[in-house]
């Protein structure tokens, strides 16, 4: 227990990329939006670390702890929901060229949401995903939408999955989360 909390306490405090010599990598995500289409108004924040253990060439595990304030505003009504999530996650590595690598991550995403409306949910994520090395030490990771997802809230289960839906290229990149990471 001591050692996840203190791989989270790294992980909030640096971002970092994952090679072959490399064991360990931490990262995240940051985001903040807002958007206003009369008459209603969303605001979000979201942070995610991120942490991992690269097994060996081909496989690693690792997982993300987010935290997310979302609050809409509907003419005089206002309603806020924060969110903490714990994703463990396993990667499997297929092919790529010198510093870029292509993966496909199966993740069990457990949200525990509170605020003015309070609920939980716990899922089976698959998505792909797009490793790229910026130097030794430094690099990204985008995770694009899931191909296939199973999540159940509070009772109510809804099961996707994402081949040829309608999705246009430009709504795919624009969903993609991107992580800066750095490798130790």
Same mark, same amino acid.
């Given at each position: 227990?001591?050692?996840?909390?203190?791989?989270?306490?790294? &992980?909030?405090?640096? #971002? *970092?990329?994952?090679e072959?010599q490399?064991? @360990?990598?931490? +990262?995240?995500?940051f985001? %903040?939006?807002?958007?206003?289409?009369?008459?209603?108004?969303?605001?979000?924040?979201?942070l995610?670390?991120?942490f991992?253990?690269r097994?060996?060439?081909?496989?690693?595990?690792?997982?993300?702890?987010?935290?997310?304030?979302?609050?809409?505003?509907?003419?005089?009504?206002?309603?806020?929901?924060?969110?903490?999530?714990i994703?463990?996650f &396993?990667?499997?590595? #297929? *092919?790529g060229?010198?510093?870029?690598r292509? @993966?496909a991550? +199966?993740s069990?995403?457990? %949200?525990f949401?509170?605020?003015?409306?309070?609920?939980?949910?716990?899922?089976l994520?698959?998505?792909?995903g797009?490793?790229?090395?910026?130097?030794e030490?430094?690099?990204?990771?985008m995770?694009?939408?899931?191909?296939?997802s199973?999540v159940?809230?509070?009772?109510?289960?809804?099961?996707?999955?994402?081949?040829?839906?309608?999705?246009n290229?430009?709504d795919?990149?624009?969903?993609?989360?991107?992580?800066f990471?750095?490798?130790?």
């Amino acid at each position: 227990m001591k050692r996840l909390l203190l791989s989270a306490v790294i &992980a909030i405090a640096l #971002v *970092g990329t994952i090679e072959a010599q490399t064991k @360990f990598w931490v +990262g995240g995500s940051f985001s %903040i939006s807002s958007s206003d289409h009369d008459p209603n108004k969303d605001h979000s924040f979201i942070l995610m670390p991120e942490f991992g253990y690269r097994i060996n060439d081909n496989w690693a595990v690792g997982g993300m702890l987010g935290f997310r304030s979302f609050t809409t505003e509907t003419g005089d009504f206002e309603q806020k929901t924060n969110s903490t999530s714990i994703v463990p996650f &396993a990667r499997y590595y #297929v *092919g790529g060229v010198s510093m870029v690598r292509f @993966f496909a991550q +199966g993740s069990l995403p457990m %949200i525990f949401y509170g605020g003015d409306v309070s609920y939980n949910s716990v899922g089976l994520i698959a998505s792909p995903g797009l490793e790229i090395a910026i130097n030794e030490k430094w690099g990204f990771n985008m995770l694009m939408p899931p191909v296939l997802s199973l999540v159940n809230t509070d009772g109510n289960t809804d099961f996707y999955i994402g081949l040829n839906d309608g999705y246009n290229i430009e709504d795919y990149i624009l969903k993609t989360s991107i992580s800066f990471i750095y490798k130790f």
